[in-house]
């Protein structure tokens, strides 16, 4: 194979690529024997083919697919070794000729640039730490919250309905032909929350008020029409709050008062109140090293990137796994999502190029005994044997690997981050020993489930 740069610039890189007539009669072969032994023919041992058979039943068109993948890695690796320039990235091909078996095989062969992001002066970033405390009313919302948890569902015998109900009925509904809607005839239980903006939210209206045994209708819309419903209250049931009293603390919490619970939640809170403002500091570091740097994405880098997001969403929406954020740009619009999602893989690829280079900055290198020290401090419970083929089957998996060790080297960055950027006062010393437990703790733990 032989190649000659013919064109560059800042983005790009372009090579003429010629393989001979002879390397192409080579590699034409090789293909053919690769496709042959994974050929199975009924009557032959697998590999035991003759030829003159297989040369029936292999098309050229086969071993030309094969082939073109094969050279084209073969140039790339070539190239890229050859020119020793590791932001090469994407290739594609132009001008590409026709491979045949007896001719030479000639296309342009085009690298796209990935640079460095230049980043600034990020060593002067100064941001205020934000005082953090809980207060009393948040300390009696989150136990209030508790008491709900504990909260038990009791008939409403002589009573009214009344918002947060859970009401049992029996439904006839019929569209404006006269037809039942079987979708809501019968017997079903609604929930008489505002919060619901339903086809059911005119029936939640009409039940406020109602007692076991009497009869509503009201008019609802059912796509393009509307239907009426009749329905009769069967039964009411609503939460009752718990009290204290009826709770086992030592059971549930690993407290023995009301007074040690007042303090493991306040705890609680003070600690996801510190998480949250670890997180807002590092939003506000990295917006303004965005601000300051000069980052490059490759316009494909970016594409890939934003199918890869869109098929792991697909998988999160069945899982219910999706941010408001996400839901709200999916119900904007397919533009707006689309908007949404270029904005969402630009950010996440300038924190990686940000964290890379930084990480080389401050000469942060994480080794494969650091990720199994790690890894063998959180799963204790396994047996020794066990341990190591876990640990060694996450190494054969090289994209999870590569991403534990992205994982601890993002840890180990942003905390060198918030020591250099953080300004705190001398009574927020309690806050920093908080800060640092919290980024010590920080495990692996999302990416090994």
């Known amino acids: 194979m032989n190649y000659s740069k013919t064109y560059e610039s800042s983005t790009k890189v372009e090579f003429d690529v010629i393989f001979p007539k002879e390397e192409i009669e080579s590699e034409w072969n090789q293909t053919f024997n690769l496709i042959a032994n994974r050929t199975n023919i009924a009557g032959f041992r697998k590999g035991r083919v003759p030829r003159n058979i297989l040369e029936r039943i292999i098309r050229d068109e086969d071993i030309i697919e094969n082939l073109k993948e094969t050279l084209l890695r073969k140039t790339f690796n070539k190239i890229k070794d050859e020119q020793g320039d590791e932001n090469l990235y994407n290739i594609f091909k132009e001008d590409e000729s026709e491979i045949q078996k007896d001719k030479e095989y000639k296309f342009k062969i085009v690298f796209e640039y990935w640079p460095d992001p230049e980043l600034g002066d990020y060593r002067s970033i100064r941001i205020k730490a934000n005082e953090v405390s809980v207060s009393d009313e948040e300390l009696e919302k989150q ?40 979708e809501y005839t019968g017997k079903s239980a609604i929930s008489i929350n505002p919060d619901i903006n339903d ?28 239907a009426h419903v009749k329905a009769k209250v069967d039964s009411i049931r609503r939460k009752e709050l718990s009290n204290w009293s009826d709770i086992d603390l030592q059971a549930h919490f690993q407290v023995e008062s009301l007074e040690e619970l007042k303090e493991q939640q306040k705890s609680i809170l ?65 533009d707006e999502f689309s908007k949404f999602a270029d904005s969402v893989v630009k950010k996440s ?21 650091e990720i199994e020290q790690r890894l063998r401090a959180y799963r204790k419970d396994l047996g020794e044997s066990d341990l190591d083929k876990w640990i060694l089957d996450l190494k054969n998996d090289k994209r999870t690997w590569r991403q534990l060790i992205a994982d601890v080297k993002r840890e180990r960055v942003f905390s060198a981050l918030l020591t250099m950027c953080v300004e705190r006062e001398e009574k927020d010393d309690t806050n920093q020993n908080a800060e640092e437990v919290q980024l010590k703790s920080e495990s692996l733990e999302g990416e090994i489930k």
């Open 143 to 182: 136990l209030n919250l508790i008491l709900q948890s504990f909260a038990k569902w009791n008939n409403v015998e002589d009573g009214e309905i009344q918002l947060k109900d859970v009401v049992e009925i029996t439904m006839e509904t019929k569209d404006e032909n006269n037809e039942e809607v079987k």
């Open 199 to 226: 086809r059911l939210k005119p029936l939640r209206n009409a039940l406020l008020g109602k007692r076991v045994g009497d009869e509503v209708e009201c008019d609802i819309e059912l796509e393009s029409k509307r």
């Open 270 to 334: 003070l600690m996801n109140k510190l998480q949250l403002e670890i997180e807002n500091q590092k939003n506000e570091i990295l917006n303004k090293i965005r601000e300051m740097s000069k980052i490059y994405i490759p316009e494909t880098a970016l594409q890939l990137e934003k199918q890869q997001y869109i098929n792991d969403l697909e998988k999160r929406i069945k899982n219910r796994q999706v941010s408001k954020e996400e839901i709200d740009a999916l119900n904007s619009g397919k």
């Open 349 to 369: 690829i300038e924190e990686l190029l940000i964290i890379e280079k930084i990480s080389k900055d401050l000469g942060i290198v994480v080794e494969d005994a």
